[in-house]
């Protein structure tokens, strides 16, 4: 490496890379030359630059920096970019418009890093080092889950968590809509789900099993209008919003607003205030396959994700090992008993979700096989990765011990509370392997790509969400958009990386304050 050309720090780290002589700078006399169908891209990039900057970059046919959509580059699939920059001017090519708005991030992390300020600042020299990149996804699948189900966010801070996963490049959101604790997502054919789901009367303290709770109200949902927006504003940067319903457990929230729902239709239960897995699931009964399919439908109209994430994890057998309306189902459906239930209610919903066009996602659970065409989420081992993917389905890992960012960043004491039991530090997550354990290139071709969840039981600020996701999530982006186990490249270019993060005010590196009631 030219010591007086330092590599540019980006994360993710491009597939090629090579630095040339000279920069480019960017001013007021700057113009985009923009080609049909890169308008979205050339708007993103004057939205992106102008806080910081200031820049009108109006556009004009004889711009010196240029943005290409030309569906011919097909080298550079749904999401690859080449760019290149030399002292006299810009060219940002893509095939897919997706290509585009990852090009318009690695402008950004070439510029300065005040660039990513949201005040204006002045006298900073507006150049991007000459270089020439090409930039394509090693995977498709690059998410970061975001659960607003046990705390509530606002749809102006999920905006600013598309803007960082957007970044890093990171193309998937997946929202964790609907839990016990809370119901997010507005059903028109069922206001109580939000009226009476969307808010519990307190929260334990501490971990599952806690006997302590705290005293204050926890709520809060979305209006349709909102999630539509959010979808739009995510679609121009590269992102896509998977929403997640999930059933049949992890339902105490809907279960509260509608009793029929459950095995036990005249028993009233709460919007659960507790921590862990719920005995209460829903019930088997035609009218609960009716709500289920009412609601995803109503899913799939606001979210126009290929995927749709129907849960399936975490579900006891116990309340159907004893409702008479559930054994009579076993029954009827000639099942092996009532466990079995849970693979046949799933296999309904999948198919709701095939028959509207749409790939149905689940989360992988011990001993209950999902129907095969399922994405399957593979949470509790590396190895179910592969053994569903033997099986045929596609995959996207999220082994908890290195993709779950609700487990502390490190043992130290310091750390605030955190999810007990493991620790997911960078470097584990760094360390994030896709390729099988003997070669395997039929199942390695099922293995969509990997993503990081921050499940929120202790976690109720945006900057304890940032401090648990930054900088693991760029650890993440850096494995699944390269591929490369370069720890050493990627901490020395995280150092300087870190720079963008503090600009952003993401307090990566300060643990947020303590809340006072919040001791575990
Ligand atoms: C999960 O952590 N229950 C998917």
Sequence with gaps: MDLHRPHPALVPRPRRLSVRPGRFRLDDTTRLRVTPGAEPAAALLRTLLAPATGLPLTTASDGTFVLVLDAALTGLGEEGYGLTVSPHGVLLRAARPAGLAHGVQTVRQLLPHQVLSDAPRPGVPWELPAVEITDVPRHSWRGALLDVARHFQPVSYLRRYVDLLALHKLNVFHLHLTDDQGWRMPVTAYPRLTEVGGRRARSMVGPAGSDRFDDEPHGGFYTRAELAALVAYAAVRGVTVLPEVGV??????????????????????????????????????????????????????VFPSPHIHIGGDECPTAEWETSPA???????????????????????????????????????????????????????????????????????????????????????????????????????????????????????????????????????????????????????????????????????????????????????????????????
Aim: charged share 25%.
């Design 248 to 301: 049949p457990g992890h339902v105490r929230a809907a279960l509260a607003a509608h009793p029929e729902l459950g095995n036990s239709p005249e028993r009233r239960l709460d919007v659960w205030t507790h921590w862990g897995v719920c005995e209460n699931v829903l019930g088997v009964g035609d009218h609960v396959l009716d709500f289920v399919r009412t609601v995803l439908d109503e899913v799939m109209d």
């Design 326 to 520: 559930a054994l009579a189902r076993v029954a009827r459906e000639r099942l092996p008993g009532p466990r079995a239930l849970h693979g046949w209610f799933m296999d309904r919903v999948a198919g709701h979700v095939v028959r509207a066009g749409r790939r149905p996602v689940a989360w992988a659970e011990h001993g209950s096989r999902l129907p095969p065409e399922c994405t399957v989420m593979s949470w509790r081992e590396s190895a179910h990765t592969w053994s569903a993917a033997r099986r045929g389905h596609d995959v996207v890992h999220a082994d908890h011990r290195a993709t779950y960012f609700d487990y502390a960043r490190s043992p130290s004491p310091l750390e605030p509370p955190a999810q007990p039991g493991v620790v997911v530090d960078l470097r584990t997550v760094h360390d994030l392997d896709l390729t099988p354990p003997k070669p395997d290139p039929r199942a390695e071709a099922r293995v969509l790509g990997a993503q990081g969840q921050l499940w929120t039981e202790f976690v109720t600020t945006p900057g304890h969400i940032e401090y648990l996701s930054f900088p693991r999530l760029c650890a993440l982006a850096d494995r699944v958009w390269d591929g490369t186990a370069d720890w050493r490249d990627f901490t020395t270019r995280l150092t300087r990386h870190e720079a963008r993060l503090d600009t952003l005010r993401v307090p990566h590196a300060t643990p947020p304050p303590r809340p006072t009631h919040a001791t575990v």
